[in-house]
């Protein structure tokens, strides 16, 4: 089985999940997407990931990002599951769980590594742009939940950049200045980027997000 690497065309599929049959590419539309995998159901690290996702969901939907969630747990143990999340992080599950028994989807993605348990998934997160390749790939320790605040950040950080010629710099908030792709000469920098910019060394230029009002 190869490796899923940056660049690579998110593997579809169809599979069961907590609101009915999905087809993934069709799922996600035109729109971006967040596949994020879980060792198990009932267990704790997971239980609050899951929570605070539902809580953020709007904020996924402002930037046209689905979520969906996967474990190789089945059906009847998630819907089970979804009634402890929600009540003990005092919130909704309102995105979809993977039911994935046969580890159809795990192997697709490379989700199991047996260096670290052979049968369950591991912590990954895969961000799926509207071309329906994978821009970011994330593989947590089971021991540590994700920081989903970085998940909106980085989501900010490709859409910006997908459409502009700019990077974003280390620790990089929305709103903040980003940097100038080196392949951009001074003068046609100078047109494309009418709020300015501040060469710090030739290779080094800041300038205000562009897509701010």
Known sequence: MATLRLGDVAPDFTAQSS??????????????GVLFSHPADYTPVCTTELGTV??????FEKRNAKVIALSVDGL????GWINDINETQNTTVNFPIIADEDRKVSELYDMIHPNADATLTVRSVYVIGPDKTVKLIITYPASTGR????????????????????????????GEEVVISPAITNEEAETMFTKGFKE???????TPQPNLN
């Open 19 to 32: 609101e009915g049959e999905i087809n993934f590419h069709e799922y996600l539309g035109d729109g971006w």
């Open 54 to 59: 539902a809580k953020y969901k709007e904020e």
């Open 76 to 79: 009847e143990s998630h819907k």
């Open 147 to 174: 920081n989903f605040d970085e998940l909106l950040r980085v989501i900010d950080s490709l859409q910006l950049t997908a459409y502009h010629k700019v990077a974003t710099p280390a620790n990089w908030q929305h």
């Open 200 to 206: 710090v060394k030739p290779y080094l230029r800041l």
